[in-house]
C-alpha cells in the first residue's frame, strides 16, 4: 500500500488536493484576499489573486431586536413631592463584550430611530397594559451573544436648538427634568458624561441575550429603581437610575 506523504501535496499530481488547501488556509486565516493556485500536469502552475473582499467573505446572519423600555408601578407608587421624572433616550446599543467601553468596536444599534426621533419617557408613569407601549421599531442587528447593553441621554444642557422632540415636557429647562407636585420644572442630569446608563451583564438575565439568525426577539429593558443625588445648589441634581434587561414573547406571542 502506497504511503501518502505531505510532498506529494506540493507535487502536480495533486491539483484539487492543493488548490482547496490554498484556499481554505486563507478562509481560516480570516484574510480579506482570495488565492487560487492551479497546477498543470506537466508541472506548470499559476497562481490567481482575488482582491475584492465580497467574493471571499462569509455572509454576516441577522436577528431581528425590538427594545421596550418597561416602567415600574413600584416606583410609581413611591411617596415624593416630585410627580415627574422625564428622561430623554436618544439611543440604545448593545456589545457581545461584557467590558467593552465607549471607545470599544463592536456597539450595534438597536433602536436607531432614536438618533431621528428621540423618546421621552416619565421614570414614575406606570407602563400601560399595552404590550405596545414604548416598543420601538425592530432593528436587524448581526446575530451573537450580546452582555452589555448601553442607554444614550439626550443632553441635559438648555434647549437653545429647535427641539428634537415633538412635545417637550421640561420646556426651556432641557431634556431631563424633574416636576414637583405644584408645577415647578428642574432640570437635572442623567448618566454623568458622557450621558450614558450601562446595563451590564449582571443586570441582564442569563448574563446575556442572544439574537439567533432569522429570529425576532423583544428586548425588555426595565427600571428597577433610582437615586437623585443633591449637588450644590450651583448644579442640577443627578439621577442614577438603574435597568435590568430580559427576553420576551414578540406582543403578537402574548
Not at 506537466?42 to 490567481?48: D, E
Not at 420644572?185 to 441575550?209: C, L, M, N, Q, Y
Request: proline share 10%; glycine share 8%.
Amino acid at each position: 500500500m502506497r504511503r501518502f506523504l505531505y510532498s506529494d501535496v506540493l507535487r502536480s499530481d495533486f491539483p484539487g488536493v492543493l488548490l482547496v488547501c490554498s484556499v481554505l488556509c486563507l478562509l481560516f486565516a480570516g484574510c480579506n484576499t482570495c488565492i487560487g493556485i492551479v497546477s498543470n500536469p506537466g508541472g506548470s502552475g499559476g497562481v490567481v489573486t482575488v482582491t475584492n473582499p465580497s467574493t471571499c467573505s462569509v455572509p454576516v446572519a441577522n436577528g431581528s431586536v425590538r427594545p421596550r423600555i418597561d416602567l415600574s408601578p413600584a416606583l410609581a407608587a413611591t411617596p415624593s413631592t416630585m410627580r415627574h421624572i422625564f428622561v430623554t433616550l436618544r439611543g440604545i446599543q448593545a456589545n457581545p463584550n461584557a467590558s467593552a467601553d465607549d471607545d470599544s468596536p463592536g456597539w450595534i444599534e438597536l433602536a436607531p430611530g432614536l438618533a431621528r426621533k428621540p423618546l421621552q419617557f416619565d421614570l414614575l408613569a406606570q407602563s400601560e397594559e399595552s404590550c405596545s407601549a414604548n416598543l420601538l421599531v425592530a432593528a436587524a442587528v448581526p446575530a451573537d451573544l450580546y452582555r452589555q447593553i448601553r442607554l444614550q441621554i439626550s443632553p441635559d444642557e438648555p434647549v437653545t436648538d429647535p427641539p428634537a422632540l415633538e412635545q417637550n415636557a421640561c420646556g426651556e429647562s432641557g431634556f431631563n427634568c424633574t416636576v414637583t407636585e405644584n408645577g415647578d420644572v428642574h432640570p437635572i442630569k442623567v448618566g454623568g458624561f458622557p450621558a450614558v446608563i450601562r446595563i451590564t451583564s449582571a443586570e441582564i438575565e442569563d448574563g446575556f441575550f442572544k439574537v439567533p439568525p432569522d429570529s425576532d426577539r423583544q428586548l425588555e429593558i426595565t427600571l428597577s429603581g433610582y437615586s437623585l443625588l443633591s449637588l450644590p445648589a450651583t448644579q442640577a441634581p443627578e439621577l442614577v437610575p438603574t435597568f435590568t434587561a430580559t427576553l420576551a414573547p414578540p406582543c403578537n406571542a402574548r
